[in-house]
């Protein structure tokens, strides 16, 4: 069957620190993979978009990964800070359908 | 720029109730997804429409639920006869282009709807 997982507890780090999080899917063929941030009682905002064929993507303090061979896509947020503690999901466009999957989302905790 | 907007942002109905759940696109988007989230889930598609066509409701249940997008106004989401399992945040987005163009989606602040 497909899926796609995220780490379902909680990720805890020191401010300063670097956050990663995992995106793993089983059974699809995404022509790209989408990360958004969502926060308590709002819509998701869009951060970082990676295409099949692109290994690293970064924008500022935030690195994607994408490996097809491993079905997995990590999420980096250098020098965290408590500003960015978040959920944060990871969403699939797979080329037969048109649409987004999406994650459960992870939720990141940055500590002062 | 105004964003994705939804209204109303709270909406409370008893059971067996009708809701309707609207949503503009941002100015010049032509794509529209309706997603539902249940409390501690993630996000599940549901329709997505452009302008007076159905693209793909493959996420939306056979009964009760129903979308358009009309030439003018705004998308709109209907549930009929609301039971409690309705009661989640229902998200709107919207995009430029189709998906397979390669574009983000952005996101509305979504309807938290209550089914009491």
């Known amino acids: 069957s497909q899926k796609i997982e995220q780490n379902s507890e909680a990720l805890n780090i020191q401010e300063g620190k670097t956050a990663t999080l995992t995106c793993n899917y089983t059974?699809?063929?995404?022509?790209?993979l989408q990360w958004y941030r969502q926060d308590p009682g709002r819509g998701p905002v869009f951060l970082l978009l990676?295409?099949?064929?692109?290994k690293e993507k970064r924008k500022e303090r935030l690195k994607v990964t994408f490996d097809t061979t491993l079905k997995q896509s990590l999420f980096h947020i250098t020098a965290s800070q408590p500003a960015d503690s978040a959920t944060y999901l990871c969403?699939?466009?797979?080329?037969?359908?048109?649409?987004?999957?999406f994650g459960q989302g992870t939720t990141l905790q940055v500590k002062p | 720029n105004a964003g994705v907007m939804q209204n109303p942002r709270h909406l409370v109905r008893r059971r067996g109730q009708e809701a309707r759940l609207r949503c503009s696109p941002m100015?010049?988007?032509?794509?529209v997804y309706w997603y539902r989230q249940l409390p501690e889930e993630g996000l599940k598609f549901m329709v997505y429409?452009?302008?007076?066509?159905?693209?793909?409701e493959s996420g939306m249940p056979k009964e009760r639920f129903s979308a358009e997008f009309p030439k003018e106004g705004p998308s709109i989401l209907r549930i009929q006869q609301v039971v409690r399992g309705d009661s989640a945040a229902y998200f709107c987005?919207?995009?430029?282009?189709?998906?397979?163009?390669?574009?983000?989606?952005?996101f509305g602040p979504g309807t938290r709807l209550t089914v009491l």
């Open positions: 059974n699809y063929s995404p022509a790209y």
């Open positions: 987005a919207s995009s430029r282009d189709s998906p397979l163009a390669v574009h983000e989606q952005f």
């Open positions: 969403a699939l466009l797979t080329s037969n359908t048109g649409k987004l999957i």
């Open positions: 100015k010049g988007h032509s794509h």
């Open positions: 990676i295409r099949e064929n692109e």
């Open positions: 429409l452009q302008k007076e066509n159905i693209i793909d």
